[in-house]
């Protein structure tokens, strides 16, 4: 299998949905896309009705291209992650992996065009972290929620409004951002630096006014980029968690039981904004994002100095503060049902408190005049034995 035949299967699988996001190279399957969240087979010709593992360990190897260090974490850490350009068009963030004594490849769709406010519908918490001067800002979820995009949206306000220096390290770079009133440098991981800490600590001898850390996986990043924000850099990063409470307590939870109450301080002093994301099924086809947003205010430092009780709660907080931009999942969810964006099935699987939200929905329903039940034919047993009698 040659280069020209990959790029060949590369673009028949772009080619064959509108809202590509992933392709899907697996031993004993078909080529396949992911589009608005589902696999979808691809036809080529010739036709390719299962992979076979010679053909995906070709199509890895073709797109490792001899690098050694992307072969040596194939085979010493079972899988390794890099960028791919097709003829400078379209770039994709590659994870070749094994299984099964084969190898997989996943290639997620980049976006060439840098996001920007006006083009997609934001929270309006979004410009006013853009005017953050220094402090954490942390945004969770799953992959591919789109956590990168909302990140460049931001970077992307700040240059155009500052002329400061921006560093970024990312594992691999997604955005390709130009200079416009801001230095942009963007650094990937495994060409420019090692690990996300070592690329942080250099950072910090770089002159930067904002870092974007690509990820917060372990305590030695969490602490430098503590300590970067705490010395008046401004730091973007993202965390694998399902909410803006759960956060703290993943990052709390990477320190010693002795160490957290330090830790409770400092993060209470430079977390700024959090913002978790999940995206849904949309009404008509393609996705939405739901997004809960938590800023900073002096019952969120309360809750993250002292702790959870069965009163206080993160998700209570952010419910509450509506007056400081601030949003649970579940009201994000009832916005987009009554907007008319997602169905009241999609509202009810993703709710963090399914109740409160049927509630919401109900509320919304009866405005418009639906019913709120699907029970029908209910009577008071009274009224049975009335009914009884008159056919008696």
Known sequence: MRQQEINYWITAMLNKHARVSDLNLTVGKSLQVESDGVLVPVDVNPPVPQLTPFQTEVFALNLINGNQRLLNDLVTKGSCDLSYSLDDKVRFRVNIFSQKGTYSAVLRKLET?????KTFNFPE????????????ILFTGATGTGKTTSMAA?????????????????????????????????????????????GLRAALRQAPKVILVGEIRDRETI??????????????????????????????????????????????????????????????????????????????????????????????????????????????????????????????????????????????????????????????????????????
């Open 113 to 117: 065009s840098i996001p920007s406010f």
């Open 125 to 136: 918490a979004f410009p006013k972290m853009a005017e953050e001067r220094n402090g954490l």
């Open 154 to 198: 931001i970077l992307n306000s700040i240059n155009e409004q500052r002329d400061i220096h921006i560093i970024t390290l990312e594992d691999p770079i997604e955005y390709v951002h130009p200079h416009k009133r801001a230095t942009f440098n963007q650094r990937e991981m495994g060409q420019d630096f090692d690990t996300f800490a070592s």
């Open 223 to 392: 602490e430098i980029a503590l300590s970067a924000a705490e010395t008046g850099h401004l730091v973007f990063s993202t965390l694998h968690t399902i909410d803006t409470g759960q956060t703290i307590n993943r990052i709390l939870g990477m320190f010693e039981t002795d160490e957290q109450p330090q830790i409770r301080n400092r993060l209470a002093d430079t977390i700024r904004w959090i913002v978790s994301q999940r995206l849904l099924p949309k009404v008509g086809g393609g996705r939405v994002a739901a997004m809960e947003v938590l800023c900073t205010s002096l019952r969120v430092r309360d809750l993250i100095i002292n702790g959870e009780s069965e009163e206080k709660t993160f998700y209570n907080v952010v419910k509450e503060g509506a007056t400081r931009n601030m949003r649970t999942f579940d009201q994000h969810l009832t916005e987009l049902f009554q907007s008319g964006l997602i169905t009241e099935k999609t509202a009810l699987s993703y709710a963090s408190h399914r109740s409160e939200v049927k509630r919401g929905l109900d509320t919304i329903k009866a405005s418009r005049g639906e019913r709120t039940s699907s029970i029908e034919g209910l009577t008071m047993e009274g009224d049975e034995e009335e009914n009884d009698d008159r056919w008696s």
